[in-house]
Nanobody, 125 residues
């Protein structure tokens, strides 16, 4: 059974860092595009970042460019989201997602079929 599990969330002060992990089971992550999305309280889900199958291509939302870095370790079947210089507006539940049909990276959540359960991040002093 294909499954994605996020971890690494928590409470962090503004300006701090966190690294999220998205571990895959039931399939080999190497062959698939992986996206990170987030949903803040009372807001719609938004795309944060995406990494291509090879890892050679990445996309970031304007709001996180220069602060977040997505990477993948295919040997560990895991994708990471390194988040630096965190701001209160980064607060929310973060999800990783994939779709077996996606050929290219994008931040359109509707195109992703498989989702993890999410990990919550709170940026607050």
């Amino acid at each position: 059974q294909l499954q994605l599990v996020e971890s690494g969330g928590g409470l962090v002060q503004p300006g701090g860092s966190l690294r999220l992990s998205c571990a895959a089971s039931g399939f080999t992550l190497d062959y698939y595009v992986i996206g990170w999305f987030r949903q803040a309280p009372g807001k719609e889900r938004e795309g944060v970042s995406c990494i291509s199958k090879s890892g050679g291509s990445t996309i970031y939302a304007d709001s996180v460019k220069g602060r977040f870095t997505i990477s993948r370790d295919n040997a560990k079947n895991t994708v990471y989201l390194q988040m630096n210089s965190l701001k209160p507006e980064d607060t929310g539940v973060y999800y990783c997602a994939t779709d077996l049909r996606l050929l290219f990276c994008n931040l359109k959540g509707a195109q992703y079929e498989y989702w993890g359960q999410g990990t919550e991040i709170t940026v607050s002093s």
